[in-house]
Nanobody, 119 residues
Framework: QVQLVESGGGLVQPGGSLRLSCAPSESIFRLNAMGWYRQPPGKERELVARITSGGSTNYADSVKGRFTISRDNTKNTVYLQMNSLKPEDTAVYYC?????????????WGKGTLVTVSS
């Protein structure tokens, strides 16, 4: 079982920035990948950004050039830097961890943190 502790959500004006943090209960190096997903009001959960254990990243087209996923190995924490925020970025953001098991990958989720972009 991997527990994920998220922080950093809140209310921000359009054009502003926020940084989300996610700290897993075990070493990042024991995980295949970590990522951020979001679920806007009334919509399905979608991938925002993902970073693999090897450092490869991928992003949703809607956030490319505005959001950056990174990790600090010394702090065992993954970040999502969100710049130039838009009202359509409003959502609950969930941290995700993919852990390898003998039976395949297992996904773990944080409780979510609300990001509201509004003037």
């Amino acid at each position: 079982q991997v527990q994920l502790v998220e922080s950093g959500g809140g209310l921000v004006q359009p054009g502003g920035s926020l940084r989300l943090s996610c700290a897993p209960s075990e070493s990042i190096f024991r995980l295949n990948a970590m990522g951020w997903y979001r679920q806007p009001p009334g919509k399905e959960r979608e991938l925002v950004a993902r970073i693999t254990s090897g450092g490869s990243t991928n992003y949703a087209d809607s956030v490319k050039g505005r959001f950056t996923i990174s990790r600090d190995n010394t702090k065992n924490t993954v970040y999502l830097q969100m710049n130039s925020l838009k009202p359509e970025d409003t959502a609950v953001y969930y941290c995700n961890a993919e852990k390898p098991t003998p039976y395949g990958g297992m996904n773990y989720w944080g409780k979510g943190t609300l990001v509201t972009v509004s003037s």
